[in-house]
């Protein structure tokens, strides 16, 4: 494999990764959570609902979240997931 294709495989790799890892850090507040006791429940959670959200075709999860804590009817369609 030539070095520049495996150069833009790799950049290509981390943006996907550091793009997930901020929305669900910054979004999420996953590096401020004091959770001590099951923290990895919470992820794991946290991690459902922004698929969820995901799944549901919002592009701005914190809009998503604002908008769906507001409307409470919006939020339980949203969990329809059929």
């Excluded at 030539?2 to 990764?17: G, I, Y």
């Excluded at 793009?19 to 959670?45: C, H, M, N």
């Excluded at 609902?49 to 999860?61: G, M, S, T, Y």
């Excluded at 804590?69 to 059929?82: E, K, M």
């Amino acid at each position: 494999m030539p070095e520049l294709t495996l150069k833009l495989r790799v950049r290509k790799h981390w943006a996907v990764e550091n793009s997930l890892r901020y929305a669900r850090d910054v979004t999420l507040g996953e590096d401020t959570s004091r959770i001590r006791k099951q923290p990895d429940t919470f992820a794991r959670l946290r991690s459902w609902a922004f698929n969820l959200l995901r799944f549901k075709k919002f592009q701005n999860i914190h809009a998503a979240r604002q908008s769906l804590g507001w409307d409470s009817q919006a939020a339980w369609a949203c969990l329809n997931v059929a």
